[in-house]
């Protein structure tokens, strides 16, 4: 079944930027590269870097995904045009939002088979891209936080290539669920138990998870 189309796949260089009086390093600045096909591995596309490989980055966290479906929103709060990655992502996509696909789902696009892994979670290197110190809590409150793919055969993709969905993981778990248990209802201890379930969920979540709902099953 297909789900989506990229719109536009993106990479970059690590960059140095001035986060206050702080120089940090990030690969958050990425440019589209065209209608080129390009290599994706188990750790990303060709081409592209992350600066902090504890938190971005990694086989759990090969491709970051966002909707241009959002777009208009952020266009609206920001009063001018929201461009493909914007949010730093490496595939923007269209017709796929966090509703649509579940924790584990497998996907194919191009030559090559992914599958969803975790929710985007926004941190304040998305801010400090756009000047708006904000953003990161914003995006994380609305849910449009995009996610990630690890993928499971490598192969060749492309803008213009469709997103098709080759297997629903049986949990039915959605990025949207995911995000409500992580970030909004955080004392929803059987929300954290299925989540938790899903083995396919990746390894940060389930440690960060974890943690929480031992914390509450210890305090009662």
């Given amino acids: 079944m ?28 990425k440019s589209a590269v065209g209608k080129f096909p390009i290599s994706l591995s188990r750790l990303g596309l060709e081409g592209d870097a992350q600066g902090d490989l504890v938190y971005h980055g990694g086989e759990d966290k090969a491709v970051c995904v966002y909707s241009a479906d959002h777009f208009p929103f952020w266009s ?50 998305l801010g400090m891209k756009h000047g708006l110190p904000q953003l990161a809590q914003e995006v994380q409150e609305t849910g449009y936080t995009g996610f990630y793919l690890r993928v499971l055969k490598e192969g060749i993709v492309q803008a213009g290539d469709k997103l098709i969905l080759q297997e629903r993981h049986p949990a039915g778990i959605t ?46």
């Avoid at 989506?4 to 206050?20: A, C, F, P, R």
């Avoid at 509703?99 to 975790?118: K, Y």
């Fill in 175 to 220: 990025v949207t669920e995911a995000n409500r248990v992580m970030h909004m209802d955080k004392n929803d201890l059987a929300g954290i138990r299925s989540l938790l379930a899903v083995q396919e969920l990746a390894v940060s979540w389930q440690q960060s998870l974890s943690k929480r709902g031992e914390a509450l099953r210890t305090n009662g």
């Fill in 2 to 29: 297909e789900l989506g189309t990229v719109l536009s796949i993106n990479v970059g260089n690590l960059q140095k930027m001035l986060h206050g009086s702080k120089e940090i390093i990030t690969g958050i600045n």
């Fill in 76 to 125: 609206g709060r920001w009063q001018r045009a929201v461009e493909a990655g914007a949010f730093g992502e490496n595939f923007t996509v269209t017709q796929l939002t966090e509703g649509d696909l579940c924790i584990g789902d497998i996907l194919s696009v191009g030559e090559a088979i992914v599958q969803v892994s975790q929710p985007r979670q926004p941190c304040y290197k």
